[in-house]
Nanobody
């Protein structure tokens, strides 16, 4: 079955850390750029971090810059989102998506019909 599966979400206190994983099954992520997105209740989905297929280029939203790190492990066919210094406003469902185009996954072309989406993982930051 071809799919992306996110994991690693949970409940964490403000200032804490989590590492999310986006694992692919049924296909190789080697030629895909990956984006992490999040959606909080009542808010629009927003892009959080992006990584090119080679892993040499990364882009972050201003709201997470310096706190979140996106990385990928080709051998494990997995992309990670390391989240540090978490804030209550980071609370959301986090999704990963894959597309062959780094420009598309960043939303630079206006095309949001990405090749693959995961089902999401809940992150709650609360004391």
């Amino acid at each position: 079955q071809v799919q992306l599966v996110e994991s690693g979400g949970g409940l964490v206190q403000p200032g804490g850390s989590l590492r999310l994983s986006c694992a692919a099954s049924g296909f190789s992520l080697d030629y895909y750029a990956i984006g992490w997105f999040r959606q909080a209740p009542g808010k629009e989905r927003e892009g959080v971090a992006y990584i090119s297929s080679s892993g040499s280029n990364t882009v972050y939203a201003d709201s997470v810059k310096g706190r979140f790190t996106i990385s990928r492990d080709h051998a494990k066919n997995t992309v990670y989102l390391e989240m540090n210094s978490l804030k209550p406003e980071d609370t959301a469902v986090y999704f990963c998506a894959a597309d062959r185009s780094f420009a598309v996954i960043q939303g630079l072309t206006g095309n949001k019909d990405y090749d693959y989406w995961g089902q999401g993982t809940q992150v709650t930051v609360s004391s």
